[in-house]
T-cell receptor, first 114, second 119 residues
């Protein structure tokens, strides 16, 4: 069965600093996808970045990058040059190849301080 | 990205009444739709998965007779909370998955959510 673990309930970071949000996963399927979503206080789920299990390079999308360490089963999200608007809940999620459902981690509340 | 809408965004109803929430994919055909609920400060919990024209598949512990899901077309799914009680108060989020021209792969897009309060 799939399992996603986010061990940081909350993170506090100074504006303009980089921040790493941890995510570990477990699955028996060799083919899977990993996702990160941002959920601001409004509640909408905003897709940030995707990493496929067979992708050779770490995914990057603007200030977001995914530090994918397959052997360790970790998929940490790195946000560079943090901004006040980055304050939100962040969820890591995964989906096995061929599976329909997306399984979410517990989430990390990120607060950016001015 | 693709656009998924939900209606209403907020609803307050009395205990014992039923509430219907609509989820629409506006610019793509959603072959699969998902319904999640989220309690305050918690993660999203999948309630059910529905494929167009088929009965929904409910997750363990979710009462299918209480949470009625209909996915009658490739752009619309509805969740009806029947005989709502205060413990059903939650944030309900739908998500749609399908193929959208111009985008790589079949991604999953989320609606803005519906906050249900049962008094």
């Amino acid at each position: 069965a799939q399992k996603i673990t986010q061990t940081q309930p909350g993170m506090f970071v100074q504006e303009k600093e980089a921040v790493t949000l941890d995510c570990t996963y477990d699955t028996s399927d060799p083919s899977y996808g990993l996702f990160w979503y941002k959920q601001p206080s409004s509640g909408e789920m905003i897709f940030l970045i995707y990493q496929g299990s067979y992708d050779q390079q770490n995914a990057t999308e603007g200030r977001y990058s995914l530090n994918f360490q397959k052997a360790r089963k970790s998929a940490n999200l790195v946000i560079s040059a943090s901004q006040l608007g980055d304050s939100a809940m962040y969820f890591c999620a995964m989906r096995d190849q061929g599976a329909q459902k997306l399984v979410f981690g517990q989430g990390t509340r990120l607060t950016i301080n001015p | 990205g693709a656009v998924v809408s939900q209606h209403p965004s907020r609803v307050i109803c009395k205990s014992g009444t039923s509430v219907k929430i609509e989820c629409r994919s506006l610019d793509f055909q959603a072959t699969t739709m998902f319904w999640y609920r989220q309690f305050p400060k918690q993660s999203l919990m999948l309630m059910a998965t529905s494929n167009e024209g088929s009965k929904a598949t409910y997750e363990q512990g979710v009462e299918k007779d209480k949470f009625l899901i209909n996915h009658a077309s490739l752009t619309l799914s509805t969740l009806t909370v029947t005989s709502a009680h205060p413990e059903d108060s939650s944030f309900y989020i739908c998500s749609a998955r399908g193929i959208k021209q111009g985008l790589a792969g079949d991604e999953q897009y989320f609606g803005p959510g519906t906050r249900l309060t049962v008094t």
